[in-house]
């Protein structure tokens, strides 16, 4: 059942992610309802489920979303080994905690992301990252903050 679960919240974040938060872009920038499942699952299973996890929402969302092709398999992979890490030092009820950690799993993403993305399309000058990535995790952060209670009331179910 508890795998029915996360597949079923992992679909429906893949859907809203892709589909339905396009109208709640700011300036372009859309929340990554996959990262916070991510950090959230690896807290609670530990470091090889979040590696899993990494990679199969990853591979996911490469199929579904486009770009360089094993770019988010890579980054959500290390997000959830680097949470499913820290499985015995959180609180797990403590979501202030997920929701910070939550923002420097989203910095650290979008920083892969971008050097993914500078290594593959050599010769392109570097752009300035900050008015991209911070906007981004601040913005999956105020999402966490909305949406974790609900996660946890389905975990807990």
Request: glycine share 10%; proline share 4%.
């Amino acid at each position: 059942m508890r795998w029915l679960k996360i597949g079923a919240l992992s679909f429906l974040a893949l859907l809203f992610q892709t589909s339905l938060f396009g109208p709640l872009s700011v300036n372009g920038i859309k929340p990554d309802l996959l990262i916070i499942l991510i950090i959230s699952f690896s807290l609670d299973q530990g470091y090889e489920f979040g590696a899993v996890y990494g990679v199969v929402v990853g591979i996911c969302m490469d199929l579904v979303g486009g770009g360089i092709v094993g770019s988010n398999a890579l980054a959500k992979t290390i997000i959830g080994a680097g949470a499913g890490s820290l499985k015995k030092l959180v609180f797990q009820e403590n979501i202030i905690l997920k929701v910070v950690l939550i923002l420097a799993a989203s910095i650290v993403h979008d920083f892969i992301m971008y050097i993914i993305q500078y290594i593959m399309r050599s010769g392109a000058p570097p752009q300035s990252i900050s008015p991209i990535i911070f906007p981004a995790a601040l913005y999956n952060m105020t999402i966490a903050a909305l949406f974790l209670p609900f996660f946890y009331w389905i975990k807990k179910r």
